[in-house]
């Protein structure tokens, strides 16, 4: 697409041939020299006007992948700071503190469940096996006496009646 400004540009190019050849003309032929100075002029026309903005725009192109790229690492990063810092505080729930017969601090750790820990004091040197296990117990509300009473006789009323049919 040609704008006024590459219309200008083509005329100071044909000028500019022409005023070389002329000049050059006592020592070469004036075709010979405004052939030469043509094609150098219209290979730098293309390679400014053509190839150096082309090259400009992949230029762009890369850099703004590269920014988008960089971009989705920052947010891969985040997300993984994130997911650290839930596991840490998870962890740092799961510490006992067992304290010593002596007074001292025995162990600050995570232990391990249904094996055997064993654990040494660092002050008296005593050993101490820790054992922890799950166990499930059923929780269940309170019940006035009353009602389990009226149910059981209603449930031994059914079967007697039952039982004369």
Do not use: R, W
Request: aromatic share 12%; charged share 20%; with cysteine.
């Amino acid at each position: 697409m040609m704008n006024k400004l590459n219309y200008k540009l083509i005329g100071y190019a044909a000028l500019f041939n022409i005023l070389i050849s002329y000049g050059l003309s006592p020592f070469i032929l004036f075709h010979y020299v405004f052939c030469l100075t043509a094609a150098i002029t219209v290979v730098l026309f293309f390679y400014f006007f053509e190839i150096k903005p082309y090259l400009a725009s992949i230029k762009d192109a890369q850099a703004s992948d590269k920014q988008s790229d960089l971009e989705d690492v920052a947010n891969m990063l985040s997300e993984m700071d994130e997911v650290i810092k839930e596991y840490e505080a998870m962890l740092t729930e799961q510490v006992v503190q067992l304290p010593c017969n002596c007074g001292k601090p025995l162990f600050e750790g995570i232990l391990i469940p249904n094996a055997e820990n064993i654990c040494v004091c660092p002050s008296c040197k005593e050993k101490y096996k820790v054992m922890v296990s799950y166990d499930s117990i059923l929780m269940s509300d309170e019940t006035d006496i009353s009602t389990i009473y009226n149910n059981i006789n209603k449930a031994v009323d059914e079967v007697s009646n039952k039982t004369l049919e």
